[in-house]
């Protein structure tokens, strides 16, 4: 079993910045890949970016490049989120996440954390 709890939403301006946090705690190995994903009002979840945890290789999707960073923190089994230059479209719930390798499904969710940007 793995356990991931996030932090770090909140309110923000158009162009502020928001740092993430997910803790994971239980069964996790150095193998794993740790996601995060959103869900705005009236759309589906989506993805956002990656992490693998054996070689720190990532992915972002389109609206997050240039302007997310995702990273982890080997010390404190803690991934994070850091959003720059956020937008109203950014307004959603992350979820971070995890999945034992990139050939199957992200399988233990956190339970979110809300993200509000306002115009």
């Known amino acids: 079993q793995v356990q991931l709890v996030e932090s770090g939403g909140g309110w923000v301006q158009t162009g502020g910045s928001l740092r993430l946090s997910c803790a994971a705690s239980?069964?996790?190995?150095?193998?794993?890949?740790m996601g995060w994903f959103r869900r705005a009002p009236g759309k589906e979840r989506e993805f956002v970016a990656s992490?693998?945890?054996?070689?720190?290789?990532?992915a972002y999707a389109d609206p997050a490049k240039g302007r997310f960073t995702i990273s982890i923190d080997n010390a404190k089994n803690t991934v994070y989120l850091q959003m720059n230059s956020l937008k109203p479209e950014d307004t959603a719930v992350y979820y971070c996440?995890?999945?034992?390798?990139?050939?199957?499904?992200?399988?233990?969710w956190g339970q979110g954390t809300q993200v509000t940007v306002s115009s």
């Open positions: 239980g069964r996790i190995s150095r193998t794993y890949t």
């Open positions: 992490v693998r945890w054996t070689d720190r290789s990532t």
């Open positions: 996440a995890v999945r034992q390798s990139d050939y199957v499904p992200y399988n233990y």
